[in-house]
DNA sequence: AGTAAAAAATGATATTAATCAGCTTTAAAA
DNA sequence: TTTTAAAGCTGATTAATATCATTTTTTACT
Protein backbone atom coordinates (compact mmCIF):
# COMPACT_ATOMS: atom_id res chain seq x y z
CA UNK A 1 0.00 0.00 0.00
CA UNK A 2 2.14 3.27 -1.11
CA UNK A 3 0.60 7.05 -0.30
CA UNK A 4 -1.45 7.09 -3.30
CA UNK A 5 -3.34 4.28 -2.06
CA UNK A 6 -1.85 1.62 -5.23
CA UNK A 7 -2.32 -1.79 -3.56
CA UNK A 8 -0.08 -4.12 -5.55
CA UNK A 9 -1.23 -6.96 -7.03
CA UNK A 10 0.91 -9.21 -9.27
CA UNK A 11 -0.89 -9.59 -12.43
CA UNK A 12 1.00 -12.38 -15.04
CA UNK A 13 1.87 -11.49 -18.26
CA UNK A 14 1.46 -14.72 -19.37
CA UNK A 15 -2.21 -14.65 -18.76
CA UNK A 16 -2.62 -10.99 -18.68
CA UNK A 17 -6.48 -11.01 -20.65
CA UNK A 18 -5.20 -7.63 -22.25
CA UNK A 19 -1.81 -9.02 -23.78
CA UNK A 20 -3.62 -10.23 -27.11
CA UNK A 21 -4.33 -6.76 -28.23
CA UNK A 22 -0.89 -5.27 -26.68
CA UNK A 23 1.79 -4.06 -29.08
CA UNK A 24 3.53 -7.16 -26.24
CA UNK A 25 1.17 -9.62 -27.87
CA UNK A 26 3.34 -11.23 -30.77
CA UNK A 27 6.60 -10.95 -28.79
CA UNK A 28 8.01 -14.97 -28.03
CA UNK A 29 7.57 -16.17 -24.44
CA UNK A 30 10.68 -14.94 -23.68
CA UNK A 31 10.39 -11.66 -23.97
CA UNK A 32 6.95 -11.88 -21.95
CA UNK A 33 8.22 -13.09 -19.45
CA UNK A 34 11.36 -10.80 -19.61
CA UNK A 35 8.77 -8.15 -18.92
CA UNK A 36 6.72 -10.25 -16.43
CA UNK A 37 10.03 -9.28 -14.10
CA UNK A 38 10.84 -5.59 -14.85
CA UNK A 39 6.93 -4.69 -14.36
CA UNK A 40 5.35 -3.10 -11.21
CA UNK A 41 2.08 -3.80 -10.88
CA UNK A 42 -0.67 -1.41 -9.55
CA UNK A 43 -4.45 -1.21 -8.49
CA UNK A 44 -5.32 2.34 -9.34
CA UNK A 45 -8.79 4.25 -8.19
CA UNK A 46 -10.70 6.34 -10.07
CA UNK A 47 -9.12 9.62 -11.13
CA UNK A 48 -5.95 9.34 -10.23
CA UNK A 49 -2.62 10.74 -12.45
CA UNK A 50 -0.21 8.77 -13.94
CA UNK A 51 1.53 11.73 -14.71
CA UNK A 52 1.43 15.40 -15.38
CA UNK A 53 1.92 17.79 -18.16
CA UNK A 54 6.09 19.24 -18.23
CA UNK A 55 7.45 16.45 -15.44
CA UNK A 56 9.81 13.86 -16.84
CA UNK A 57 9.03 10.44 -17.68
CA UNK A 58 10.40 7.59 -16.06
CA UNK A 59 8.80 4.54 -17.78
CA UNK A 60 5.49 3.55 -19.43
CA UNK A 61 2.37 2.57 -18.46
CA UNK A 62 0.57 -0.56 -19.58
CA UNK A 63 -3.17 -0.52 -19.21
CA UNK A 64 -4.01 -4.03 -18.14
CA UNK A 65 -7.93 -3.24 -17.39
CA UNK A 66 -9.71 0.18 -17.15
CA UNK A 67 -9.84 3.88 -18.78
CA UNK A 68 -7.72 6.43 -18.88
CA UNK A 69 -7.96 9.77 -20.25
CA UNK A 70 -5.32 11.43 -22.00
CA UNK A 71 -5.29 15.34 -22.31
CA UNK A 72 -3.65 18.71 -22.46
CA UNK A 73 -4.23 21.62 -20.65
CA UNK A 74 -4.99 25.36 -22.16
CA UNK A 75 -3.77 28.19 -21.13
CA UNK A 76 -6.53 28.54 -18.89
CA UNK A 77 -6.46 25.09 -17.19
CA UNK A 78 -9.08 23.79 -19.20
CA UNK A 79 -8.35 20.27 -19.80
CA UNK A 80 -8.79 19.51 -23.60
CA UNK A 81 -8.67 15.46 -23.97
CA UNK A 82 -6.68 14.18 -26.73
CA UNK A 83 -7.14 10.30 -25.88
CA UNK A 84 -9.37 7.73 -24.18
CA UNK A 85 -6.96 4.66 -23.59
CA UNK A 86 -8.25 1.28 -22.55
CA UNK A 87 -6.98 -1.59 -21.87
CA UNK A 88 -4.32 -3.11 -23.57
CA UNK A 89 -3.23 -0.33 -24.72
CA UNK A 90 0.44 1.44 -23.69
CA UNK A 91 0.70 4.47 -22.41
CA UNK A 92 3.06 7.66 -21.94
CA UNK A 93 5.63 6.21 -24.62
CA UNK A 94 5.52 9.22 -27.25
CA UNK A 95 7.76 10.99 -24.09
CA UNK A 96 10.37 7.86 -24.07
CA UNK A 97 12.10 8.87 -26.94
CA UNK A 98 11.32 12.79 -27.56
CA UNK A 99 13.68 13.49 -25.04
CA UNK A 100 10.82 16.28 -23.91
CA UNK A 101 8.92 16.32 -21.03
CA UNK A 102 5.19 14.57 -21.49
CA UNK A 103 3.18 17.40 -23.69
CA UNK A 104 -0.16 15.86 -21.99
CA UNK A 105 -1.15 14.11 -18.40
CA UNK A 106 -2.76 11.18 -18.07
CA UNK A 107 -5.35 10.12 -15.31
CA UNK A 108 -7.63 7.13 -14.94
CA UNK A 109 -11.68 7.41 -15.66
CA UNK A 110 -12.17 4.35 -13.20
CA UNK A 111 -10.64 1.62 -11.49
CA UNK A 112 -7.64 0.39 -13.26
CA UNK A 113 -4.82 -1.95 -12.93
CA UNK A 114 -1.84 -0.71 -14.52
CA UNK A 115 2.03 -2.13 -14.73
CA UNK A 116 4.65 0.02 -14.87
CA UNK A 117 7.81 -0.86 -16.90
CA UNK A 118 10.57 1.56 -15.94
CA UNK A 119 12.72 3.55 -18.99
CA UNK A 120 15.17 1.63 -18.73
CA UNK A 121 13.90 -1.62 -19.21
CA UNK A 122 11.64 0.01 -21.70
CA UNK A 123 14.11 1.31 -23.86
CA UNK A 124 16.22 -1.87 -23.96
CA UNK A 125 13.62 -4.05 -25.20
CA UNK A 126 12.75 -1.79 -27.89
CA UNK A 127 16.59 -1.42 -28.83
CA UNK A 128 16.66 -5.37 -28.89
CA UNK A 129 13.46 -6.62 -30.35
CA UNK A 130 12.65 -5.43 -33.53
CA UNK A 131 9.04 -6.38 -33.37
CA UNK A 132 8.32 -4.54 -30.56
CA UNK A 133 10.14 -1.89 -32.01
CA UNK A 134 8.29 -1.76 -35.04
CA UNK A 135 5.03 -2.37 -33.65
CA UNK A 136 5.58 0.87 -31.47
CA UNK A 137 6.70 2.73 -34.49
CA UNK A 138 3.64 1.69 -36.02
CA UNK A 139 1.65 3.36 -33.34
CA UNK A 140 2.98 6.51 -33.46
CA UNK A 141 2.85 6.92 -36.80
CA UNK A 142 -1.12 6.43 -36.22
CA UNK A 143 -1.64 8.44 -33.78
CA UNK A 144 -0.04 10.93 -35.87
CA UNK A 145 -2.28 10.26 -38.77
CA UNK A 146 -5.00 10.19 -36.37
CA UNK A 147 -3.93 13.44 -35.30
CA UNK A 148 -4.00 15.11 -38.71
CA UNK A 149 -7.81 14.46 -38.62
CA UNK A 150 -8.38 15.31 -34.89
CA UNK A 151 -6.86 18.97 -36.01
CA UNK A 152 -9.29 19.13 -38.96
CA UNK A 153 -12.28 17.77 -37.49
CA UNK A 154 -11.21 20.70 -34.53
CA UNK A 155 -10.84 23.37 -37.33
CA UNK A 156 -13.29 22.76 -40.02
CA UNK A 157 -16.59 20.59 -38.16
CA UNK A 158 -19.59 22.18 -35.97
CA UNK A 159 -19.55 20.82 -32.52
CA UNK A 160 -22.48 18.86 -33.59
CA UNK A 161 -20.74 17.01 -36.42
CA UNK A 162 -18.19 16.68 -33.65
CA UNK A 163 -19.81 15.18 -30.90
CA UNK A 164 -21.11 12.76 -33.00
CA UNK A 165 -17.43 11.37 -34.23
CA UNK A 166 -16.65 11.79 -31.05
CA UNK A 167 -19.31 9.22 -29.62
CA UNK A 168 -18.63 7.09 -32.57
CA UNK A 169 -15.01 7.04 -31.38
CA UNK A 170 -16.07 6.48 -27.77
CA UNK A 171 -18.36 3.86 -28.63
CA UNK A 172 -15.20 1.73 -29.69
CA UNK A 173 -13.20 2.47 -26.72
CA UNK A 174 -16.30 1.65 -24.69
CA UNK A 175 -16.96 -1.68 -26.98
CA UNK A 176 -20.09 -3.57 -25.56
CA UNK A 177 -20.42 -1.68 -22.21
CA UNK A 178 -22.39 1.58 -22.08
CA UNK A 179 -20.04 5.45 -22.43
CA UNK A 180 -19.49 5.99 -19.40
CA UNK A 181 -17.80 10.09 -19.15
CA UNK A 182 -18.90 13.22 -17.57
CA UNK A 183 -20.40 15.91 -19.56
CA UNK A 184 -17.84 17.67 -18.75
CA UNK A 185 -15.27 15.40 -19.87
CA UNK A 186 -17.00 14.59 -23.14
CA UNK A 187 -17.58 18.59 -23.27
CA UNK A 188 -13.61 18.79 -23.04
CA UNK A 189 -13.32 15.81 -25.96
CA UNK A 190 -15.74 17.36 -28.09
CA UNK A 191 -13.72 20.43 -27.32
CA UNK A 192 -16.91 22.73 -26.69
CA UNK A 193 -18.80 24.25 -23.33
CA UNK A 194 -20.07 21.26 -20.93
CA UNK A 195 -23.47 23.63 -21.36
CA UNK A 196 -23.63 23.18 -24.90
CA UNK A 197 -22.64 19.91 -24.69
CA UNK A 198 -25.70 18.83 -22.68
CA UNK A 199 -28.16 20.22 -24.55
CA UNK A 200 -27.01 18.51 -27.88
CA UNK A 201 -27.42 15.65 -26.49
CA UNK A 202 -30.77 16.10 -25.71
CA UNK A 203 -31.06 16.95 -29.01
CA UNK A 204 -29.74 13.79 -30.30
CA UNK A 205 -31.66 11.59 -27.54
CA UNK A 206 -34.61 13.82 -29.10
CA UNK A 207 -33.42 12.47 -32.67
CA UNK A 208 -33.46 9.07 -31.54
CA UNK A 209 -29.57 8.33 -32.01
CA UNK A 210 -28.78 7.88 -28.32
CA UNK A 211 -30.17 7.43 -24.96
CA UNK A 212 -29.27 8.99 -22.02
CA UNK A 213 -29.23 6.60 -18.42
CA UNK A 214 -28.24 8.76 -16.43
CA UNK A 215 -24.94 9.41 -16.99
CA UNK A 216 -24.50 6.72 -19.26
CA UNK A 217 -24.61 6.71 -22.92
CA UNK A 218 -26.02 3.96 -25.48
CA UNK A 219 -25.71 4.41 -29.16
CA UNK A 220 -28.95 3.20 -30.84
CA UNK A 221 -28.40 4.63 -34.11
CA UNK A 222 -24.90 4.49 -34.89
CA UNK A 223 -25.76 5.15 -38.74
CA UNK A 224 -27.22 8.12 -37.96
CA UNK A 225 -23.68 9.03 -36.17
CA UNK A 226 -22.12 8.25 -39.40
CA UNK A 227 -23.87 10.41 -41.46
CA UNK A 228 -23.66 13.52 -38.72
CA UNK A 229 -19.96 12.96 -38.65
CA UNK A 230 -19.91 13.13 -42.15
CA UNK A 231 -18.07 10.22 -43.05
CA UNK B 1 12.43 16.41 -68.10
CA UNK B 2 9.01 14.17 -66.66
CA UNK B 3 6.18 14.65 -67.63
CA UNK B 4 5.67 16.46 -64.14
CA UNK B 5 7.81 19.17 -65.27
CA UNK B 6 10.48 18.13 -62.63
CA UNK B 7 14.07 18.23 -63.99
CA UNK B 8 16.47 16.07 -62.70
CA UNK B 9 19.82 17.92 -61.07
CA UNK B 10 21.75 15.45 -59.28
CA UNK B 11 21.82 16.93 -55.57
CA UNK B 12 24.94 15.48 -53.62
CA UNK B 13 24.60 14.87 -50.65
CA UNK B 14 27.98 15.31 -49.36
CA UNK B 15 27.57 18.85 -49.76
CA UNK B 16 24.29 19.30 -49.53
CA UNK B 17 23.01 22.37 -47.83
CA UNK B 18 20.28 21.23 -46.03
CA UNK B 19 22.36 17.97 -44.24
CA UNK B 20 23.73 19.98 -40.86
CA UNK B 21 19.98 20.40 -40.14
CA UNK B 22 18.68 16.86 -41.48
CA UNK B 23 17.59 13.73 -39.64
CA UNK B 24 20.36 12.62 -42.20
CA UNK B 25 23.03 15.22 -40.54
CA UNK B 26 24.97 12.70 -37.59
CA UNK B 27 25.52 9.62 -40.27
CA UNK B 28 29.22 8.54 -40.58
CA UNK B 29 30.01 9.19 -44.51
CA UNK B 30 29.79 5.92 -45.27
CA UNK B 31 25.83 5.75 -44.69
CA UNK B 32 25.66 9.38 -46.58
CA UNK B 33 26.97 7.92 -49.80
CA UNK B 34 24.55 5.31 -49.64
CA UNK B 35 21.90 7.73 -49.90
CA UNK B 36 23.10 9.33 -52.64
CA UNK B 37 23.39 6.21 -54.28
CA UNK B 38 19.87 5.31 -53.83
CA UNK B 39 17.92 8.64 -53.76
CA UNK B 40 17.04 10.47 -56.82
CA UNK B 41 16.58 14.18 -56.91
CA UNK B 42 14.13 16.67 -58.81
CA UNK B 43 13.33 20.25 -59.37
CA UNK B 44 9.95 21.12 -58.25
CA UNK B 45 7.62 23.74 -59.36
CA UNK B 46 5.60 26.10 -56.91
CA UNK B 47 2.03 23.98 -56.56
CA UNK B 48 3.46 20.84 -57.69
CA UNK B 49 2.04 17.78 -54.92
CA UNK B 50 4.52 15.39 -53.61
CA UNK B 51 1.60 13.08 -52.94
CA UNK B 52 -1.91 13.26 -51.70
CA UNK B 53 -4.09 11.77 -49.06
CA UNK B 54 -5.66 8.27 -49.22
CA UNK B 55 -2.89 6.83 -51.54
CA UNK B 56 -0.09 4.42 -50.84
CA UNK B 57 3.67 5.75 -50.16
CA UNK B 58 6.20 4.42 -52.41
CA UNK B 59 9.37 6.15 -50.39
CA UNK B 60 10.24 9.50 -48.47
CA UNK B 61 11.08 12.75 -49.76
CA UNK B 62 14.01 14.91 -48.59
CA UNK B 63 13.59 18.91 -48.76
CA UNK B 64 16.76 20.46 -49.94
CA UNK B 65 15.30 23.80 -50.65
CA UNK B 66 12.26 25.20 -50.00
CA UNK B 67 9.03 25.30 -48.49
CA UNK B 68 6.35 22.48 -48.11
CA UNK B 69 2.72 22.67 -46.95
CA UNK B 70 1.49 19.31 -45.19
CA UNK B 71 -2.32 19.52 -45.23
CA UNK B 72 -5.54 17.18 -44.69
CA UNK B 73 -9.26 17.83 -46.41
CA UNK B 74 -11.98 17.87 -44.68
CA UNK B 75 -15.37 16.94 -45.67
CA UNK B 76 -16.25 19.86 -47.85
CA UNK B 77 -13.02 19.75 -49.45
CA UNK B 78 -11.08 22.46 -47.53
CA UNK B 79 -7.82 22.46 -46.42
CA UNK B 80 -6.12 22.35 -43.54
CA UNK B 81 -2.76 22.73 -43.05
CA UNK B 82 -1.41 20.95 -40.25
CA UNK B 83 2.74 21.73 -40.86
CA UNK B 84 4.86 23.55 -43.12
CA UNK B 85 8.26 21.98 -44.02
CA UNK B 86 11.41 23.68 -44.97
CA UNK B 87 14.51 22.73 -45.76
CA UNK B 88 16.36 19.81 -44.19
CA UNK B 89 13.19 17.93 -43.63
CA UNK B 90 12.28 14.46 -44.20
CA UNK B 91 8.93 14.51 -45.49
CA UNK B 92 6.25 11.75 -45.93
CA UNK B 93 8.12 9.40 -43.35
CA UNK B 94 4.81 8.59 -41.35
CA UNK B 95 3.21 6.41 -43.64
CA UNK B 96 6.23 4.10 -44.24
CA UNK B 97 5.25 2.69 -40.92
CA UNK B 98 1.83 2.97 -40.21
CA UNK B 99 0.92 0.42 -43.11
CA UNK B 100 -1.86 3.00 -43.66
CA UNK B 101 -2.18 4.82 -46.89
CA UNK B 102 -1.17 8.91 -46.77
CA UNK B 103 -3.81 10.76 -44.17
CA UNK B 104 -2.55 13.75 -45.21
CA UNK B 105 -1.10 15.46 -48.86
CA UNK B 106 1.91 17.25 -49.22
CA UNK B 107 2.59 20.40 -51.58
CA UNK B 108 5.24 22.98 -52.90
CA UNK B 109 4.87 26.48 -51.80
CA UNK B 110 7.67 27.68 -53.84
CA UNK B 111 10.52 26.45 -56.21
CA UNK B 112 11.71 23.18 -54.27
CA UNK B 113 14.68 20.90 -55.05
CA UNK B 114 13.88 17.39 -53.44
CA UNK B 115 15.55 14.14 -53.34
CA UNK B 116 13.70 11.17 -53.29
CA UNK B 117 14.18 7.64 -51.36
CA UNK B 118 12.30 4.45 -52.02
CA UNK B 119 10.60 2.62 -49.34
CA UNK B 120 12.58 -0.09 -49.54
CA UNK B 121 15.90 1.81 -49.10
CA UNK B 122 14.91 3.56 -46.48
CA UNK B 123 13.07 1.01 -44.27
CA UNK B 124 16.97 -1.06 -44.62
CA UNK B 125 18.42 1.88 -43.55
CA UNK B 126 15.92 2.39 -40.70
CA UNK B 127 16.52 -1.00 -39.49
CA UNK B 128 20.22 -0.94 -40.04
CA UNK B 129 21.35 2.35 -39.03
CA UNK B 130 20.29 3.07 -35.25
CA UNK B 131 21.12 6.68 -35.15
CA UNK B 132 18.49 7.42 -38.01
CA UNK B 133 15.95 5.06 -36.42
CA UNK B 134 16.49 6.89 -33.11
CA UNK B 135 16.67 10.23 -34.92
CA UNK B 136 12.82 9.44 -36.64
CA UNK B 137 11.63 8.09 -33.65
CA UNK B 138 12.25 11.21 -31.89
CA UNK B 139 11.24 13.36 -34.85
CA UNK B 140 7.70 11.05 -34.64
CA UNK B 141 7.41 11.99 -30.95
CA UNK B 142 7.88 15.29 -31.35
CA UNK B 143 5.66 15.61 -33.97
CA UNK B 144 2.58 13.62 -31.82
CA UNK B 145 3.41 15.86 -29.15
CA UNK B 146 3.22 18.85 -31.29
CA UNK B 147 -0.26 18.02 -32.34
CA UNK B 148 -1.85 17.42 -28.84
CA UNK B 149 -0.86 21.35 -28.38
CA UNK B 150 -2.34 22.15 -31.62
CA UNK B 151 -5.55 20.39 -30.75
CA UNK B 152 -5.93 21.89 -27.65
CA UNK B 153 -5.22 25.06 -29.23
CA UNK B 154 -7.53 24.97 -31.66
CA UNK B 155 -10.12 23.98 -29.35
CA UNK B 156 -9.52 26.45 -26.93
CA UNK B 157 -8.04 29.53 -28.16
CA UNK B 158 -9.90 32.33 -30.74
CA UNK B 159 -8.88 32.99 -33.88
CA UNK B 160 -7.02 35.86 -33.23
CA UNK B 161 -4.80 34.04 -30.74
CA UNK B 162 -3.98 31.57 -32.99
CA UNK B 163 -3.10 33.42 -35.99
CA UNK B 164 -0.52 35.35 -33.41
CA UNK B 165 0.65 31.52 -32.61
CA UNK B 166 0.25 30.40 -36.21
CA UNK B 167 3.10 33.66 -36.80
CA UNK B 168 5.18 32.86 -34.38
CA UNK B 169 5.75 29.27 -36.03
CA UNK B 170 6.20 30.57 -39.19
CA UNK B 171 8.46 33.02 -38.37
CA UNK B 172 11.09 30.05 -37.07
CA UNK B 173 10.09 28.30 -40.28
CA UNK B 174 10.91 31.33 -43.13
CA UNK B 175 13.76 32.16 -40.20
CA UNK B 176 15.12 35.41 -42.12
CA UNK B 177 12.60 35.99 -44.98
CA UNK B 178 9.77 36.94 -44.80
CA UNK B 179 6.31 35.05 -44.73
CA UNK B 180 5.00 34.29 -47.93
CA UNK B 181 1.77 32.76 -47.89
CA UNK B 182 -1.23 33.48 -49.74
CA UNK B 183 -4.09 34.71 -47.67
CA UNK B 184 -6.25 31.41 -48.13
CA UNK B 185 -3.19 29.26 -47.17
CA UNK B 186 -2.90 31.25 -43.77
CA UNK B 187 -6.43 31.15 -43.25
CA UNK B 188 -5.92 27.25 -43.96
CA UNK B 189 -3.02 26.93 -41.06
CA UNK B 190 -5.47 28.96 -38.58
CA UNK B 191 -8.02 27.09 -39.15
CA UNK B 192 -10.78 30.37 -39.57
CA UNK B 193 -12.49 31.50 -42.87
CA UNK B 194 -10.15 33.95 -45.16
CA UNK B 195 -12.17 37.33 -44.48
CA UNK B 196 -11.24 37.01 -40.87
CA UNK B 197 -7.74 36.06 -41.48
CA UNK B 198 -7.81 39.55 -43.68
CA UNK B 199 -9.67 41.33 -41.35
CA UNK B 200 -7.14 39.94 -38.15
CA UNK B 201 -3.71 40.95 -40.00
CA UNK B 202 -5.18 44.54 -40.43
CA UNK B 203 -5.56 44.82 -36.85
CA UNK B 204 -2.09 43.40 -36.41
CA UNK B 205 -0.59 46.32 -38.57
CA UNK B 206 -2.29 48.99 -37.05
CA UNK B 207 -1.35 47.54 -33.54
CA UNK B 208 2.12 47.58 -35.09
CA UNK B 209 2.90 43.68 -34.21
CA UNK B 210 3.31 42.81 -37.97
CA UNK B 211 4.18 44.94 -41.45
CA UNK B 212 2.08 43.72 -44.49
CA UNK B 213 4.34 43.81 -47.60
CA UNK B 214 1.64 43.21 -50.34
CA UNK B 215 1.46 39.42 -49.85
CA UNK B 216 4.65 39.32 -47.25
CA UNK B 217 4.58 39.59 -43.54
CA UNK B 218 7.38 40.76 -41.57
CA UNK B 219 6.83 40.31 -37.81
CA UNK B 220 8.02 43.34 -36.26
CA UNK B 221 6.95 42.99 -32.63
CA UNK B 222 7.43 39.08 -31.76
CA UNK B 223 7.16 39.91 -27.62
CA UNK B 224 3.84 40.54 -28.56
CA UNK B 225 3.09 37.81 -30.42
CA UNK B 226 4.26 35.88 -27.42
CA UNK B 227 1.74 37.60 -25.28
CA UNK B 228 -1.23 37.45 -27.57
CA UNK B 229 -0.17 33.55 -28.60
CA UNK B 230 -0.51 33.00 -24.16
CA UNK B 231 3.07 32.24 -23.74
C1' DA C 1 1.78 47.09 -72.26
C1' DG C 2 -2.79 45.46 -72.01
C1' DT C 3 -5.99 42.09 -70.62
C1' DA C 4 -7.71 38.33 -67.90
C1' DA C 5 -7.67 35.86 -63.84
C1' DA C 6 -6.55 35.25 -59.20
C1' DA C 7 -5.91 37.11 -54.75
C1' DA C 8 -6.89 40.55 -51.37
C1' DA C 9 -9.89 43.60 -49.12
C1' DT C 10 -14.30 45.59 -47.34
C1' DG C 11 -19.10 45.85 -45.68
C1' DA C 12 -23.42 43.89 -44.19
C1' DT C 13 -25.72 40.13 -42.17
C1' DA C 14 -26.55 35.62 -40.19
C1' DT C 15 -25.38 31.90 -37.19
C1' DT C 16 -23.12 29.28 -34.00
C1' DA C 17 -21.70 28.58 -29.73
C1' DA C 18 -19.88 30.79 -25.39
C1' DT C 19 -21.03 32.94 -21.24
C1' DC C 20 -23.71 34.02 -17.22
C1' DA C 21 -27.14 33.03 -13.85
C1' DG C 22 -30.15 30.17 -11.68
C1' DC C 23 -32.33 25.80 -10.78
C1' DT C 24 -32.76 20.57 -10.24
C1' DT C 25 -31.21 16.10 -9.70
C1' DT C 26 -27.84 12.77 -8.33
C1' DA C 27 -24.20 11.18 -5.60
C1' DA C 28 -21.33 11.47 -1.55
C1' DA C 29 -20.43 12.35 3.17
C1' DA C 30 -21.47 13.15 7.93
C1' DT D 1 -31.07 9.59 6.78
C1' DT D 2 -30.15 14.14 6.55
C1' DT D 3 -27.04 17.44 4.71
C1' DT D 4 -23.86 19.02 1.47
C1' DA D 5 -21.55 19.08 -2.62
C1' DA D 6 -21.06 17.92 -7.24
C1' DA D 7 -22.97 17.15 -11.57
C1' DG D 8 -26.52 17.97 -14.73
C1' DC D 9 -29.81 20.92 -16.88
C1' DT D 10 -32.39 25.22 -18.62
C1' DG D 11 -33.08 29.97 -20.29
C1' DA D 12 -31.51 34.49 -21.68
C1' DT D 13 -27.98 37.15 -23.58
C1' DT D 14 -23.72 38.29 -25.80
C1' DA D 15 -19.83 37.81 -28.55
C1' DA D 16 -17.13 35.75 -32.03
C1' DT D 17 -16.75 34.31 -36.40
C1' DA D 18 -18.74 32.51 -40.79
C1' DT D 19 -21.01 33.64 -44.85
C1' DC D 20 -22.41 36.29 -48.78
C1' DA D 21 -21.91 40.02 -51.97
C1' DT D 22 -19.08 43.28 -54.05
C1' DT D 23 -14.96 46.04 -55.07
C1' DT D 24 -10.07 46.80 -55.51
C1' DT D 25 -5.47 45.32 -56.16
C1' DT D 26 -1.97 42.27 -57.69
C1' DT D 27 -0.16 38.81 -60.59
C1' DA D 28 0.18 36.16 -64.71
C1' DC D 29 -0.35 35.74 -69.48
C1' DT D 30 -0.54 36.98 -74.58
Redesign the interface.
Known amino acids: MTMLDKSHKHVNCQTCGARKTSLFANNCENDVALVDEQKSCAFYKKNQPLFIENSFPRGVFCLNQGKVKIF?????G?E?I?HIAKEGEIIGF???????PY??SASTLEECNICFIGKEDFLNMI?TN?TLR?G???E??????????????????SVRERLAFALLILGDVYDKEEINLTREDLANFV?TATETLIRLLKDFKEEGIIEIHTRKLEIINKDKLLHLA?K
Chains 1, 2 share one sequence.
Open positions: ARGDEKQIRAMFSGEKVEANIMKLSKELGDRAIFITNMAQKGG
